[in-house]
């Protein structure tokens, strides 16, 4: 006998069940929770620095990715902005040149960071993993993989109110990112929310795009997950070698 067939969620509903997964946002990780409580020591924070700016590199090569895989105009007309935002115009450098300023003020040197000398083998193979799936999924598919932004004003906010008080030693420069990003994930969040709220419509389909946001979140805690270990247990890869 097969099962009766499950009801989808209404609009409303489905946007409760993604906001719902912010308690696997990696905010909540104990290596976060450390950072935004100022217990890290500067090697921990420069080595937060210099992972993630791997990640930010990689952000507007998987926003190339989803545009590549999308046939709809309108669409790409917003979505481009995601690149412009990181990569950046004349007059406007953008994110990634945010983050080297935040790098520099951290203490760490312009070709360190864009050489990527400092990145940590699991966070390099963990975004990597993120880029493969934006370039194969469908381009649906990858614009929800990015709701984790539904959750990040409030990281950035924190970051702003709590770091010069417990890192007087970074350089007022370096917060010019956060800053950014307070008003440009905002943005984006709405329209890969709309996307992902008009894309998936029966409920197997809906509960796929959880899948998705959750396999995101997994990116993102394994990241932090592997600079627990360098920056915190002090056991870089091949600590025993």
């Known amino acids: 006998m097969s099962s009766k067939k499950r009801k989808p969620w209404t609009r409303k509903e489905f946007e409760q069940q993604l906001r719902a ?20 020591d500067k090697e921990a924070i420069q080595g937060w620095v210099a992972n993630r700016f791997y990640y930010q590199t990689t952000i507007p090569i998987k926003d ?20 412009i935002d990181h990569d950046g115009v004349q007059g406007n ?3 990634i040149e945010a983050w080297l300023q935040l790098g ?16 940590l083998p699991g966070v390099r193979f963990a975004i990597d993993a993120y880029l493969n799936f934006a ?5 649906q598919e990858a614009a929800s993989s990015s709701l984790t932004e539904l959750y990040a004003p409030k990281i950035h906010q924190k970051r702003l109110d709590n770091w010069p008080r417990y890192y007087p030693w970074i350089k007022e420069k370096g ?22 709220l008009d894309y998936y419509k029966t409920r197997e389909e809906q509960e796929h795009a959880l899948d998705i946001l959750q396999f995101k979140l997994d990116i993102l805690w394994t990241m932090l ?15 025993n070698c």
């Not at 917060?175 to 992902?196: C, M, P």
Request: net charge positive; aromatic share 10%.
């Open 104 to 119: 520099e003020a951290v203490g760490l040197k312009r070709k360190e960071l864009l050489s990527h000398e400092h990145v």
């Open 225 to 239: 997950d592997c600079m627990w270990m360098a920056y915190i247990e002090k056991k870089p890869p091949y600590h």
């Open 175 to 196: 917060y010019n990112y956060f800053r950014k990003r307070l008003s440009e994930a905002r943005r984006d969040v709405q329209h890969g929310l709309d996307i992902t």
């Open 135 to 139: 370039r194969r999924a469908t381009w």
């Open 64 to 83: 190339a990715a989803i545009l590549s895989n999308c046939p709809e105009r309108e669409v790409r007309r917003h979505w481009i902005q995601r690149i």
């Open 93 to 95: 450098e953008g994110g």
């Open 21 to 40: 997964r912010e308690k696997y946002y990696h905010i909540n990780h104990e290596f976060h929770i450390l950072m935004n409580s100022g217990k890290l």
